[in-house]
């Protein structure tokens, strides 16, 4: 019985000792390029869950941090995708697409004073990037500071012109400028390049309504409308004051002639006639009117300015409370985060001085490297805390074949295979020059 027994044991072990090598090699390049395939299908929550298996297993790259900072993004997660962001930042200084999307965030959480300062970072470091101005922009205008705002929107335009959304956005800057006739214009280019942008409608309605041009208000109100813009709207009169063809039609359509008038008037001498006599017949009346009731005008024109801003006014006012208590609980927020850190500095410095000074000693060490050598070091994913030497470069290179070696990919699909052969060629590579700088180091 015991030679039965003994082959079924031996056959477990080797089965339990293939299932955790496949368990194994269920690592983090596998996760991570799991989580790729999953963030480009816009499966974010998946995808956040797979970024964080590698980085719990060591795939520990500005790149990883910021794509999962990106999940926590799109799912509204804004305080942690500020803490991803600012891991990737802490790896790679010169990381501009952190800055920018970490700047986006503290956007969303009205904290618009870190959100300039993150872009200005971004810009710094990579200068001709439209949607890096298009974003300084709208962080402007919604600070007031329209002329910022429409250098920016300008700077987006001349590198990216065929783009309607840095149109709209230069368009209500205009707007709330006061300039309605580039406000107009601009609103007018960003409705050609995307004919179906109902807020581009809306806001050059507003825009129309504001020069008293009620008939181009009505239209693009309407389209807006059949677009699905679903804001507050003013009354619009029904005639309009600026349009010389629209006030002929109004004054013809408000005598409602029949069509043997029409026909009289078509002789120019009649014509001139009929025309002095409605418009004397007009004034009288109107005359009457104002007598009968002199501050009926007055009224109605104080009536409609009050109505027309209505809408802005009231999402103005809205922002200013949002952000004004956003700033509030941001400042004691920071209030307590600057006491919960010195305390735990002092208690640090209580635990561990020599640690602390250890520490210090190798990071001046680290600074002396050149950028190129520190930006090497940080794409071979190196510790900076500790004092780099050939050896631990050595070390970083087995469990970069350990985790790439094709040898320990067999088992995966042929798309992770061919992943992981490309990025063993990039850190082999990395390796190479990292190499012979330290040994060169060692050397002299």
Not at 23 to 40: P, V
Not at 166 to 175: A, E, K, L, V
Not at 268 to 283: D, H, R
Request: aromatic share 14%.
């Amino acid at each position: 019985m015991n030679k039965h027994i003994l082959p079924i044991i031996f056959i477990s072990l080797l089965i339990t000792s293939f299932s955790f090598v496949v368990i194994k090699g269920e690592n983090a390049l596998d996760y991570y390029f799991k989580a790729e395939t999953a963030y480009k299908n816009e499966s974010y929550s998946a995808a956040l869950t797979y970024y964080t298996k590698a980085i719990d297993l060591g795939y520990q790259s500005d790149d990883t941090y910021a794509k999962r900072g990106n999940c926590h993004y799109n799912l509204k997660n804004y305080d942690k995708a500020i803490e991803d962001y600012t891991k990737a930042i802490q790896l790679n200084s010169k990381y501009d697409y952190a800055y920018f999307y970490r700047s986006n965030s503290y956007f969303k959480i009205e904290d618009y004073d870190k959100a300039l300062s993150d872009i200005n970072r971004a810009i710094m470091f990579d200068s001709i990037n439209s949607r890096y101005y298009n974003h300084r922009g709208n962080i402007y205008r919604i600070k007031n500071e329209y002329d910022k705002a429409l250098q920016d929107y300008s700077n987006s335009i001349s590198l990216k012109s065929d783009y309607y959304i840095y149109y709209f956005n230069r368009g209500i800057t205009y707007y709330l400028k006061g300039d309605y006739y580039s406000a107009i214009n601009d609103l007018t280019k960003s409705i050609q390049l995307n004919p179906n942008h109902g807020d581009s409608y809306y806001y050059r309605g507003y825009s129309y309504y504001k020069k008293e041009e009620y008939l181009n208000a009505k239209i693009n109100f309407d389209k807006a409308k059949q677009l699905g813009v679903t804001y507050l709207f003013p009354n619009v009169p029904l005639t309009s004051s600026t349009s010389t063809s629209s006030s002929s039609t109004s004054t013809d359509s408000s005598s409602n002639p029949s069509e043997w008038i029409m026909k009289i008037l078509s002789f120019p001498i009649l014509y001139i006639m009929y025309k002095v006599i409605t418009k004397s017949g007009s004034a009288v009346v109107k005359g009457i009117k104002n007598k009968s009731n002199p501050n009926q005008n007055t009224n109605r024109r104080n009536n409609s300015t009050n109505y027309q801003d209505e809408a802005f006014r009231r999402a103005e006012e809205e922002k200013r409370k949002r952000y004004e208590e956003a700033r509030r609980q941001q400042e004691e927020y920071q209030r307590q985060e600057e006491f919960r850190k010195r305390e735990e500095e002092k208690r640090r410095q209580k635990q561990n001085k020599t640690k602390q000074q250890s520490s210090h000693h190798s990071s001046g060490r680290i600074n002396n490297f050149p950028p190129h050598i520190i930006s090497l070091l940080q794409k071979y994913e190196i510790d900076f805390s500790s004092q780099v030497t050939l050896d631990i470069i050595k070390k970083k290179r087995k469990y970069w074949l350990e985790l790439l070696h094709p040898d320990k990919n067999i088992n995966k699909s042929e798309e992770t295979r061919k992943m992981a052969e490309e990025k063993l060629k990039e850190m082999n590579v990395v390796y190479g020059q990292l190499r012979d700088y330290f040994k060169n180091i060692s050397d002299n």
